[in-house]
């Protein structure tokens, strides 16, 4: 039986993207498939806010994330770390056989741009990882800020993981001067995983042809080379990039900035729910998420039982904390195709479900 998910991934996905993604498949070497790419490009360009390609990886976001650090860490990486997927980016970079260093701040807290440049001042590093919006908090870090830092060392290339806040925010890569923007379908593109898409600077590019033991995967220049002949690598998620190409026709018909806004709407709503009931968020709310909320659960709700009561009367499930801090926080979505009808009504469903812990 099907339930609503209002949780922060995999999110709800529409009537009209699954039914784009049941279009019959056909030869990814073939023009049909050519022709299917190098539809979603402008598109995808307009949403990256880039001049640059964007590259289509089967995949989750994860694949790109590792891959970035196999193409571009020569020297060392500093990993920015401020919760569960930041932190692990550190582990994953230690795995690849990099030399790795974590700048750690608590789970909720904030990245400061001005800790980012003492630790680039050292002359180590040559790549930086973020996780823009940190998906286990509700933490989403001052991009523009951090990037401005960034952009005082130009040997420094940056790594920017935007999965749970991509087209709920504006994110410019170019005008930022992000090298590497990566993004996965499941979260705030409100589509089924499996998909991960990236964009990647010249710099970028130039960076990766000086390493030797890049893989082949989530090589960047495999990706390139492909690009160029409207192609992936290895062989694509055909029903995906169909789901991909719907979306696409949804989020330019609503308009972007109407689509930002809305977000912003519907993350308030929630923010006044979490007001109301004397709770607050995980992050100072300054830094909140604007595509989910991560409540600190102040009154001991038992959040297994909120969600079996959820999932029976209301037939839609929130998320009931992640790793160390399960139970003691509680999550709620307001990404993807949220609305103004549909979150209201979760709301009143918590309101119901919550006299009866």
């Given at each position: 039986?099907?339930?609503?998910?209002?949780?922060?991934?995999?999110?709800?996905?529409?009537?009209?993207?699954?039914?784009?993604?049941?279009?019959?498949?056909f030869g990814h070497r073939s023009k049909d498939f050519v022709e299917l790419y190098q539809s979603v490009q402008p598109g995808l360009q307009q949403l990256f806010q880039t001049k640059d390609p964007v590259f289509i990886s089967?995949?989750?976001?994860?694949?790109?994330?590792?891959?970035?650090?196999?193409?571009?860490?020569?020297?060392?990486?500093?990993?920015?770390?401020?919760?569960?997927?930041?932190?692990?980016?550190?582990?994953?970079?230690?795995?690849?056989?990099?030399?790795?260093?974590?700048?750690?701040?608590?789970?909720?807290?904030?990245?400061?741009?001005?800790?980012?440049?003492?630790?680039?001042?050292?002359?180590?590093?040559?790549?930086?990882?973020?996780?823009?919006?940190?998906?286990?908090?509700?933490?989403?870090?001052?991009?523009?800020?951090?990037?401005?830092?960034?952009?005082?060392?130009?040997?420094?290339?940056?790594?920017?993981?935007t999965v749970s806040s991509f087209t709920a925010v504006p994110i410019p890569k170019d005008a930022l001067g992000i090298d590497v923007v990566l993004t996965g379908s499941q979260k705030a593109l409100a589509m089924p995983p499996?998909?991960?898409?990236?964009?990647?600077?010249?710099?970028?590019?130039?960076?990766?042809?000086?390493?030797?033991?890049?893989?082949?995967?989530?090589?960047?220049?495999?990706?390139?080379?492909?690009?160029?002949?409207?192609?992936?690598?290895?062989?694509?998620?055909?029903?995906?990039?169909?789901?991909?190409?719907?979306?696409?026709?949804?989020?330019?018909?609503?308009?972007?900035?109407?689509?930002?806004?809305?977000?912003?709407?519907?993350?308030?709503?929630?923010?006044?729910?979490?007001?109301?009931?004397?709770?607050?968020?995980?992050?100072?709310?300054?830094?909140?998420?604007?595509?989910?909320?991560?409540?600190?659960?102040?009154?001991?709700?038992?959040?297994?039982?909120?969600?079996?009561?959820?999932?029976?009367?209301?037939?839609?499930?929130?998320?009931?904390?992640?790793?160390?801090?399960?139970?003691?926080?509680?999550?709620?979505?307001?990404?993807?195709?949220?609305?103004?009808?549909?979150?209201?009504?979760?709301?009143?469903?918590?309101?119901?479900?919550?006299?009866?812990?």
């Open positions: 039986m099907h339930y609503k998910l209002f949780i922060p991934g995999p999110i709800e996905v529409s009537d009209k993207t699954y039914k784009a993604m049941t279009t019959p498949v089967t995949s989750s976001a994860w694949g790109v994330m590792e891959g970035a650090v196999r193409n571009l860490v020569h020297k060392k990486v500093l990993n920015v770390c401020s919760g569960a997927f930041s932190d692990k980016w550190y582990d994953v970079s230690k795995r690849c056989g990099k030399q790795a260093e974590a700048l750690q701040y608590e789970w909720g807290e904030p990245v400061r741009p001005e800790d980012i440049r003492e630790r680039l001042k050292t002359g180590e590093f040559d790549v930086v990882t973020l996780i823009h919006n940190e998906t286990s908090t509700g933490t989403m870090n001052p991009l523009a800020g951090i990037m401005a830092v960034l952009r005082e060392f130009p040997d420094v290339i940056s790594v920017v993981d499996g998909m991960a898409l990236f964009s990647v600077s010249e710099r970028a590019l130039k960076r990766a042809e000086s390493m030797p033991d890049r893989g082949y995967y989530f090589d960047f220049l495999e990706f390139l080379k492909n690009h160029e002949k409207g192609m992936t690598p290895s062989t694509p998620v055909i029903p995906l990039i169909f789901g991909l190409r719907s979306k696409l026709e949804d989020i330019f018909a609503e308009g972007l900035e109407q689509r930002f806004a809305r977000h912003e709407k519907l993350n308030g709503m929630v923010h006044s729910w979490i007001d109301r009931h004397g709770l607050e968020t995980l992050p100072p709310r300054q830094f909140a998420s604007k595509s989910l909320s991560c409540v600190r659960n102040l009154h001991d709700w038992d959040i297994g039982k909120l969600n079996k009561l959820l999932r029976e009367s209301h037939n839609c499930v929130i998320d009931g904390g992640y790793g160390k801090l399960k139970g003691k926080t509680f999550r709620i979505s307001n990404m993807g195709d949220e609305t103004e009808a549909t979150i209201g009504g979760l709301l009143e469903a918590l309101d119901r479900v919550i006299e009866k812990l």
